[in-house]
C-alpha cells in the first residue's frame, strides 16, 4: 500500500499510456483533449485575405451526384476538410453540425473527405449528423490546398478567405456568428 501512495502518479501516468496506445481508446482520448483545448477561431486581417478567383472545382456528394463549386459563387462558403479517422476532424464536428443547423440556410457549407463513400456515409449515420459531405475528386483551388486536417475555410460573398483554421476549434459560438451575420450582410 506504501509503494501505492509513493508511485500513484507514475501509475496513473502508466495507465494514460496503455491507453493511448489501445485503437478503442485513443481516438476517444485525442477527441476529448481536442474538444477541451479548441478556440474560436481568429478572423483575417482585411490586408492579409486571399481571393478565392477560381470557383471550378468538381466534387461529388455522397448520393453520387456531381456539384461543382461554380454553383456556390456570390453566396458566402464554408468549407472543410476532413475525415472520419482524424480525432481532430472529429472533435470539431459536432460544433460544425451546430453551426450548419443555424447557418446552413444561408450559407453554402461544403464538407469535404478523401475517403471513400461507405466511410463517411457510416460515420454520418452513427452520429446522427446531416452536414452535407462531398468527396474530393480532383485538385482544390489552390488558394483552398492544405496538407492538414481539418482545414477550414469561411469565403465572404466575393471570394475573400475571411478565416482559415488548421486544426480543430470551436465554431459554433458568437465570434463566428458575428462573422457570419456580417459577410451575410454584405
Not at 50 to 60: A, G, I, P, R, S
Not at 89 to 112: H, R, S, T
Not at 141 to 166: A, F, H
Request: aromatic share 12%.
Amino acid at each position: 500500500m506504501n509503494f501505492i501512495k509513493k508511485q500513484w502518479s507514475n501509475i496513473l501516468f502508466g495507465a494514460f499510456i496503455v491507453l493511448m496506445i489501445v485503437p478503442q481508446t485513443r481516438m476517444p482520448i485525442q477527441i476529448f483533449i481536442q474538444r477541451f483545448i479548441s478556440f474560436s477561431p481568429s478572423k483575417i486581417d482585411k490586408e492579409d485575405r486571399t481571393l478565392l478567383k477560381d470557383y471550378n472545382w468538381n466534387l461529388v456528394e455522397l448520393n453520387a451526384e456531381k456539384v461543382n463549386l461554380s454553383q456556390s459563387k456570390g453566396k458566402v462558403i464554408l468549407i472543410n476538410f476532413w475525415a472520419t479517422w482524424c480525432p481532430p476532424c472529429v472533435a470539431e464536428m459536432p460544433e460544425l453540425q451546430e453551426l450548419y443547423d443555424n447557418y446552413g440556410d444561408q450559407v453554402d457549407f461544403y464538407f469535404i473527405t478523401n475517403e471513400a463513400l461507405e466511410k463517411p456515409n457510416l460515420f454520418l449515420e452513427k452520429k446522427g449528423y446531416t452536414i452535407p459531405v462531398f468527396i474530393q475528386i480532383e485538385k482544390s483551388p489552390e488558394v483552398l490546398e492544405s496538407s492538414s486536417l481539418p482545414t477550414t475555410y469561411l469565403i465572404s460573398k466575393s471570394g475573400e478567405i475571411v478565416m482559415r483554421k488548421t486544426g480543430a476549434a470551436s465554431w459554433n459560438n458568437v465570434k463566428v456568428h458575428s462573422v457570419l451575420d456580417d459577410l451575410l450582410k454584405e
